[in-house]
Nanobody
Framework: QVQLVESGGGLVQAGGSLRLSCVAS????????MEWYRQIPGKHRVLVAQ???????AYDDSVKGRFTISRDNAKKAAYLEMDNLKPEDTAVYYC?????????WGQGMQVTVSS
């Protein structure tokens, strides 16, 4: 059974930083594509950042230059370093793992950026 456990969300002032973590179990982690999504109430879930098994990364334009996604295969973990946070980054953030097993999601965590 695939499980993704997220941590690191919370409240931060505009201009501040947060680091989100996601630890996976039940998958061949090094083959998985790891992603971070975010969702605002009433809106669709949006892909924020992606890191493939090769280490290649991709970002939504709204976070380029401010967010950094990384992974540690030994720890089966993915991270999202968020710097220079803005109030519009406020959302529920979800970790996602994709591969031959399909797609799995974490439980989501709130990130609130105050102005």
């Amino acid at each position: 059974q695939v499980q993704l456990v997220e941590s690191g969300g919370g409240l931060v002032q505009a201009g501040g930083s947060l680091r989100l973590s996601c630890v996976a179990s039940g998958i061949v982690y090094e083959r998985a594509t790891m992603e971070w999504y975010r969702q605002i109430p009433g809106k669709h879930r949006v892909l924020v950042a992606q890191i493939r098994s090769s280490g290649a990364t991709a970002y939504d334009d709204s976070v380029k230059g401010r967010f950094t996604i990384s992974r540690d295969n030994a720890k089966k973990a993915a991270y999202l370093e968020m710097d220079n946070l803005k109030p519009e980054d406020t959302a529920v953030y979800y970790c996602s793992a994709g591969g031959s097993f399909g797609r799995s999601w974490g439980q989501g965590m709130q990130v609130t950026v105050s102005s």
